[in-house]
């Protein structure tokens, strides 16, 4: 079986008692392999080998790790948290990912230690005051009937409040202190003009 990934093409093998995943490469950024038992209390033994261009040589050490790889990884500020309130006083917080220090790209926070990682800071957003909430109607709907007494039209009432940025947020109805507008009414209430009705034939004389 293959597959792309990373910008690579794998090769995945099974035979049973042994899995293999290989690429021809390069590799130019780490990779993380989760390996599952199908059973419990099986023991797992995983090996894995690489090749490296000659010039990097005096950068292994005599465990056959790369120098450059250790501790090559860092938690830095990747943006903050939304507001937790549009207005009247929110909080939010950092938000951190993990950074290789080569060139400060964003990686899979799997290659930085989670005890490393630093306490969220927080700050205060969004201060300015809420204006007050008011009742939003949009148009009413086409009646329902064109004469009687049955017909009806409806419309869509909300209790708005404007922000800061030009825009709207539904709040519940219980922050709008006037009377709600009406929902629903009575429309085309006059009489349906007058129409024959024929009913069925007699029986031939």
């Known amino acids: 079986k293959t597959f792309i990934e990373n910008g ?3 090769e995945y093998s099974n035979d049973g008692a042994r899995e293999t995943l290989k690429t021809a490469g390069p590799l130019h950024e780490g990779i993380v392999v989760l ?5 419990e209390d099986v023991k797992i033994s995983l090996t894995y080998k ?31 948290s939304q507001c937790s309130k549009p207005c009247g006083g929110g909080i939010q917080y950092t938000k951190y990912g993990c950074r290789r220090k080569s060139d400060s790209r964003l ?5 930085c230690e989670t ?20 009742w939003v109607v949009e148009d009413w709907s086409p009646c329902s009937k064109t004469c009687g007494k049955l017909g009806y ?20 109805s219980k922050h709008c202190t006037s009377d709600r507008p009406e929902m629903r009414r009575v429309c085309n209430y006059t009489a349906c ?3 024959w009705r024929t009913g069925a034939w007699s029986q031939c004389s």
Do not use: G
């Open 8 to 10: 690579l093409q794998w």
């Open 35 to 39: 390996v599952s038992p199908m059973e």
């Open 50 to 80: 690489y090749i490296i261009h000659e010039d990097l040589l005096p950068l292994i050490t005599n465990n056959n790790v790369l120098l450059a790889e250790l501790d090559t990884y860092e938690w830095a500020l990747k943006s903050w």
């Open 107 to 111: 990686v899979h926070r799997n290659f």
């Open 115 to 134: 005890s490393k990682k630093p306490k969220p800071i927080r700050k205060r957003c969004n201060i300015q005051e809420c204006n007050q909430p008011t």
């Open 153 to 172: 039209q409806t419309r869509v009432v909300q209790c708005m409040q404007s922000l800061h940025n030009s825009t709207n947020r539904p709040v519940h």
């Open 193 to 195: 003009p007058a129409q």
